[in-house]
């Protein structure tokens, strides 16, 4: 139940051609506490609660625990989140032995595209598709429970 994860901000859509899977997703937050945070997700037709611990120094290893749920508590449950309900697309992208999770984000953070890449270890190599902009891996403002209390459109250039 270890999350190992690197973050890029993606540099263009070229990826979208390369896309096996395209998946709207709707989540908000009941807990952000930067120790933890708890998360409803309807991804698709499916929908979950998780449960993330706060991640190491260098921001790629955290714990992560989810469990789905039904479709309709997940529904209410999202009418009982904090202010700020993140609606994107993710875009399943294969690059070599790995798969990029791409979102793009809808509504007040419209503009943002993050891609990440689930590791076994934190040394791991991983092949780096031509669309993947800089890593963002551990920047705070970039995670989905900060979007949602600060989202893109109002970030300072």
Known sequence: MIEIERKFLVKSDAFKDKAYKKIAILQ???NTHPNR??????KGEKA??????K???E???RFEWEKEIKKTDAHSLIDLCEPGIIDKTRYLVKSGKHTFEVDEFFGDNQ???VAEVELKSETEDFEKPDWLGREVTGD????NS?????PFKKWED
């Open 48 to 53: 979950y609660l998780t449960v993330k611990g």
């Open 28 to 30: 908000g937050f009941l």
């Open 37 to 42: 945070t708890v998360r409803v997700r309807i």
């Open 55 to 57: 991640t190491n120094k």
């Open 146 to 150: 900060q979007l949602s209390k600060k």
């Open 111 to 113: 503009g943002l595209m």
């Open 140 to 143: 705070v403002k970039y995670y």
């Open 59 to 61: 921001g790629l290893t």
